[in-house]
């Protein structure tokens, strides 16, 4: 097999799709077969790694606006730009009630909240990134692969934009008129008055994490009075939360699921505030911006036990396009357990 073949074959594992001579449920076994013809040994690896960390590149590049827009394209948009360049986004304009304005992360990591005078604005990026330890006997033994490295630094960049959408929520928060925001346990009657000013301006979509999915539970359509006993609740919300764990609707707005993950093993730490939902207008300007600037970098450290520590890299950025027609409910009886470390503070 040519490297050739082999960055081919890796390209078609991220895509879901094989080569004619192949089928999609081999062509990963395919691919990890054909790594170890070019790191079956130490030499051999040593010798080729460099063409390899160029297939992780271009795999990593291929997969990573696709799970991205995955993730957070219900309400974000996702721009891919090339190494040096900026991010060019329009706003609408001709909506005097929207006053617009942005939260962006700066390179030092201090928020800048300024007035949008133009229909377009530039977006930059800085680098977020992490690594992976690969044991080179595991992999000669093949416990691990080259192939599950890309898995993991793949997630970890999907997992650093979450980050960098999360901090700027984090930030505009403070920048929100008093009327879009609301913090304290859960209430449905407060949550009804956030996504009545959402209504305004387009039919309202709630999103937030499975911790806070879960605090909503089934809503009441006759709610519990004094010598009546049990609420009466929808038959759709008990079945929901009977067939998935959470409700699906809240009355009349789609509530959409944001993807959740753990930054160690420990399982105390997340990447996301599961505290806080947003609840955007269906159909409107995207208020969340993100750019992915131009490839993925890699460079690795050989450890004294011959573990090799690979190192991967990203630019990318994330601005909120601010509006008076969406709205944060901050749930204050649910811990935030995100890594504030990652966050800056």
């Known amino acids: 097999m040519t490297i050739n073949e082999l960055r081919q074959l890796a390209l078609h594992a991220v895509k879901g799709t094989a080569p004619a001579e192949f089928t999609v449920e081999n062509v990963n076994d395919a691919f990890v077969d054909g790594l170890k013809e070019f790191a079956g040994s130490y030499n051999q690896f040593m010798k080729n790694r460099y063409d390899l960390y160029d297939i992780i590149i271009e795999s990593i590049d291929e997969i990573l606006p696709r799970d991205v827009m995955a993730s957070i394209g219900a309400f974000a948009e996702v721009q891919t730009v090339a190494q040096g360049q900026k991010a060019m986004f329009k706003k609408k304009l001709g909506r005097a009630r929207a006053k617009k304005f942005l939260t962006q992360v700066g390179l030092s990591g201090v928020y800048e909240t300024f007035r949008l005078d133009s229909d377009t604005f530039e977006l930059g990026a800085h680098a977020v990134g992490g690594g992976a330890t690969i044991d080179f006997e595991r992999m000669l033994d093949g416990a691990e692969s080259l192939a599950e490295v890309v898995g993991i630094v793949t997630e970890g960049l999907t997992n650093a934009v979450f980050v960098e959408v999360e901090r700027a929520l984090i930030a505009a928060y403070d920048n929100m008129p008093a009327t879009n925001k609301y913090k304290g346990a859960w209430s449905a009657d407060e949550m009804v008055k ?123 950025g994330c601005a909120i396009l601010h509006h008076n027609n969406w709205c944060i409910y901050w749930n204050s009886s649910i811990a935030d357990t995100s890594a504030k470390d990652i966050y800056g503070f």
């Open 194 to 316: 956030l996504m009545t000013i959402v209504r305004a301006y387009g039919s309202p979509v709630i999103f937030a994490c499975p911790e806070f999915i879960a605090k909503m539970g089934a809503d009441a359509i006759v709610p519990v009075s004094t010598g009546t006993g049990q609420g009466v609740y929808s038959p759709k919300d008990i079945e929901a939360i009977h067939d998935t764990g959470f409700i699906k609707v809240f009355r009349g707005a789609t509530v959409v699921e944001i993807p959740q993950s753990f930054v160690d093993e420990t399982n105390t730490e997340t990447y996301v505030d599961p505290s806080r939902a947003y609840v955007f207008p269906a159909g409107a300007e995207k208020v969340v911006k993100v750019v992915l600037e131009g490839a993925t970098q890699i460079r690795d450290h050989e450890n004294k036990d011959n573990s090799m520590e690979v190192y991967a890299w990203k630019k990318m």
